[in-house]
């Protein structure tokens, strides 16, 4: 069975700086891994996802991930970010073949920007 | 744009009744799922369904049940209704292996 960790329920930083969300997961197959946003009173919409080939996905709002099959982990970044970027983010996993009935979400991260 | 759409934002029910959520899609999806978020926990699938009148059970399927008798409609029913199933429910909707897009949630609460 697949799980995903994400390793830090909340990460405040300052306005214009850079940040890291971190995401490893666990699966005896190949997956497929997701990241997910969360804007205050809304639902989730998709940020970015790696299926296959270059391990570096870009997504969208500045925001990438690096897939890094080795440490099983998909971790995002942004280098410079913004007030508006203050949402939580899930990170999530499916195996391949699955159906969108198996994506596994994490417990989420909230990144607040401050000014 | 696909447009996933939940008909209450916020929802209070007292405890006993029965408490129907509903969520309509516009793209002609065949998936359509119901999920519960709570803080700390992340997003637990309740109900899935392929196709109209198919259903499966998710990870936490236990006191509810779901209704698909149209391809855009899929709803989530409390039989009877517990202070634990307060939560926020969010339905997503797909084609195939595409990503899932999500309605704005509807936020409940069982006093």
């Known amino acids: 069975a697949q799980s995903v960790t994400q390793l830090d329920s909340q990460v405040p930083v300052f306005e214009e700086a850079p940040v890291e969300l971190r995401c490893n997961y666990s699966s005896s197959v190949s997956v497929y891994l997701f990241w997910y946003v969360q804007y205050p009173n809304q639902g989730l919409q998709l940020l970015l996802k790696y299926l296959s080939g270059s391990t570096l996905v870009k997504g969208i709002n500045g925001f990438e991930a690096e897939f890094n099959k080795s440490q099983t982990s998909f971790h995002l970044r942004k280098p410079s970010v913004h007030i508006s970027d203050t949402a939580e983010y899930f990170c999530a996993v499916r195996r391949y073949g699955g159906s969108q009935g198996n994506l596994i979400f994490g417990k989420g991260t909230k990144l607040s920007v401050k000014p | 744009d696909v447009k996933v759409t939940q008909s209450s934002r916020y929802l209070v029910k007292r405890t006993g009744e029965k408490v129907f959520l509903e969520c309509v899609q516009d793209m002609d999806h065949e998936n359509m799922f119901w999920y519960r978020q709570d803080p700390g926990l992340g997003l637990r699938l309740i109900y899935f369904s392929y196709d109209v009148k198919m259903k499966e059970k998710g990870d936490i399927p236990e006191g509810y049940s779901v209704s698909r008798e149209k391809k855009e409609r899929f709803s989530l029913i409390l039989e009877s209704a517990s202070t634990n199933q307060t939560s926020m429910y969010l339905c997503?909707?797909?084609?195939?292996?595409?990503?899932?897009?999500f309605g704005n949630g509807t936020r409940l609460t069982v006093t």
């Open positions: 997503a909707s797909t084609r195939g292996s595409s990503p899932l897009h």
